[in-house]
């Protein structure tokens, strides 16, 4: 028999809670029969000195000490892994449940008769002294873990519990929460698995204060009931096609909201009305065609970082990434394709993350390039105040206050954006020509344990693979060109949408004014301030547009822009659902592991 007593900052009672726990247990087993452990949960008081002398004194006593924080779940689950006996509980160190209860609740699974017995304070037959800061929280939780989770108890949470070794070991492995939540969703899942569990009656009176933060603790295990709702209610019934549906529908329904809500719906449904349907089409074609050359940009990356890979897949992988970025926010579409790579190609989330870094590198560098060299060409030809104008949104009258406001952001994102892509394209050559592990020396200097030298080699890979391009003075080439394509068919989309709406322009200032709206705007989605862009794009297109281009209405402008962030979102999410079926991929899943990656990731970068 092996109790644990899970214990933080229990130096004043820790002592005569296990003298209290040994006598009780001599009064029904034999002495040399169980073992008590002292789960000691990163305590910073007197604890540990306590627990350790403890014991010292008594061979039936053990302690087990981690240094940092496990949660209440993650100190039982370590010590339960190492106790020795087949019959295993714990109770809370303040003794507030009436020892008296020992004995039931242990020969209760002994016997054999249950696998799992808890204690409660709220069935008949309990004396409980529950105060309202107390009690009332209790009753809440306990009612909304039987409504959503079918449970037949009513106290989840009271702290005396036993249970059979197997029966515990076999449903730990499907105990997600470390913390408060622990024995909740052990003893719901316990339930749902047709374990044997018994819940009786135990006189209880608090004992100080709780431990417990209503505000912290409280709501977060209501976010682990809907979590384990979810998990026990839903997803069993969601299987992978149903996923890929529901991610379509979601990507569908999630830019149509997006458009009414960022942009007057009026003017998006006038416009789309008034634009030639064929032409509309055939900048959809166009737009089409920058994919493929999108796959072959994306294997030139993964071939000169050792990876092989073919276009068709590679492509579909982009559209479904860029889907989830157009959907959801933070852009964790890159998360995503990195998750489709790994789960279907079976690359390394550093190298997938690395080509994804190398990419997004050579977009802004090409985008702030043709932004930049319009500007310098129309400042040359005389026109600098035009530029600042348009820039600065001072075309548009006052009533168009957003997108004079996105123009004005779109300007200062461009510069800094320019300014950045230039800066860590010269910080990469520098650091490709560089035989020094600067990674390894400088994180070396702030730790040196285990976990710090597996940073040290997931940055190392990362670092690696970003360097390989630079160092190929040939695939910076070829993969420089292959995104001046992909960001000049962009460009010719939408000068074929500027077409259709009725847009006429002498050639010259057409492709100008083409290549510096489309540029700009898409610059100005970089920082993803809105879902997919939608109103920041449209603010920068129209103003520059209006600015430039002398005669041109603003309602034509916004017809331009709104007409072709559409289309270009219109063919993302139709390749983005084909490639989720052609791939069997659900973007929900794929958001959910591609998230988890990126944070992951993300920390260890920090």
């Given at each position: ?5 899970p214990?933080?900052n ?50 039936r ?105 197997e ?7 499907d ?11 052990l ?18 009176e ?102 092989r ?5 590679l ?33 390394p ?59 004005r ?54 670092v ?23 960001w000049?068919?962009?460009v ?74 559409a ?40």
């Amino acid at each position: 028999m092996s109790v644990v007593l899970p214990a933080y900052n229990e130096e004043a009672t820790i002592e005569s809670t296990v003298h209290t726990t040994l006598e009780t247990l001599e009064t029904f087993l034999p002495s040399d029969a169980f073992e008590v452990i002292v789960a000691e949960d990163g305590c910073d008081d007197r604890t540990p000195e306590i627990a350790d002398r403890l014991a010292e004194e008594d061979e039936r006593v053990r302690h087990f000490h981690s240094d940092e924080r496990l949660g209440r779940g993650g100190a039982l689950e370590r010590a339960f892994g190492a106790a020795e006996g087949e019959t295993l509980a714990y109770f809370d160190t303040d003794l507030a449940t009436d020892m008296r209860h020992l004995e039931e609740l242990i020969e209760s699974v002994r016997s054999g008769e249950y696998d799992v017995v808890t204690g409660s304070r709220w069935i008949e037959g309990r004396e409980a002294d529950r105060p309202p800061k107390r009690g009332i929280p209790s009753k809440g939780y306990n009612w909304l873990v039987r409504t959503f989770l079918r449970s037949s108890l009513r106290d989840h949470q009271c702290g005396f519990k036993a249970f059979d070794r197997e029966a515990l070991f076999e449903l730990i492995e499907d105990v997600h929460d470390r913390h408060w939540f622990w024995d909740t969703e052990l003893l719901v899942k316990a339930q749902s698995k047709g374990f044997r569990v018994k819940e009786f009656p135990v006189d209880w009176e608090p004992k100080g204060d709780t431990k417990v933060d209503l505000v912290r603790d409280i709501f977060g295990m209501g976010s682990q009931v809907l979590r384990t709702w979810w998990e026990m209610a839903v997803r069993p019934r969601v299987n992978r096609r149903v996923g890929i549906v529901a991610g379509t529908i979601l990507s569908l329904v999630a830019i149509f909201l997006m458009a009414f809500y960022y942009l007057e719906w009026e003017t998006v449904l006038e416009h789309m009305s008034a634009a030639d349907p064929v032409l509309v089409g055939a900048s959809a074609l166009v737009y089409l065609l920058s994919w493929p050359v999108r796959g072959v940009r994306y294997r030139d990356i993964l071939e000169t970082i050792g990876i092989r890979g073919d276009v068709t897949f590679l492509t579909g992988a982009i559209f479904i990434s860029q889907t989830g970025n157009l959907v959801f926010p933070a852009r964790l579409g890159d998360g995503v394709r990195a998750y489709v790579m790994k789960a279907r190609r079976r690359v390394p989330y550093p190298s997938g993350f690395a080509s994804l870094a190398i990419e997004r590198v050579f977009d802004l560098l090409t985008i702030a390039g043709l932004a930049g060299a319009v500007m310098l060409a129309l400042v040359a030809s005389g026109n600098a105040g035009d530029v600042a104008t348009a820039l600065a949104g001072g075309a548009l009258p006052q009533e168009y206050a957003n997108y004079r406001s996105a123009a004005r952001y779109a300007s200062y994102v461009a510069a800094g954006v320019g300014i950045a892509a230039l800066a860590l394209v010269a910080a990469i050559f520098l650091s490709a020509r560089s035989d020094r592990d600067l990674v390894g020396q400088l994180i070396g200097r702030l730790s040196d344990d285990s976990y710090a030298i597996l940073v040290v080699g997931v940055l190392r890979s990362f670092v690696t693979d970003v360097q390989a391009v630079a160092k190929d003075v040939r695939a910076f080439v070829v993969v420089g060109s292959s995104s001046l394509l992909v960001w000049t068919l962009d460009v010719v989309t939408a000068m074929v949408v500027m077409v259709a709406v009725g847009i006429d322009l002498p050639l010259a200032l057409f492709v100008t004014v083409g290549f510096f709206a489309v540029s700009v705007g898409n610059l100005a989605k970089v920082l993803p301030l809105s879902p997919g862009g939608i109103g920041l794009y449209e603010g920068a297109f129209t103003a520059l547009v209006v600015g430039l281009a002398p005669g041109i209405s603003i309602e034509l402008a916004i017809a331009a822009a709104v007409v072709d962030h559409a289309v270009k979102n219109v063919v993302t999410i139709v390749g983005g659902a084909a490639s989720m079926v052609t791939l069997n991929v659900s973007l929900t899943e794929a958001v959910k592991e591609g998230a988890d990656a990126k944070e992951s990731f993300d920390t260890a970068n920090r």
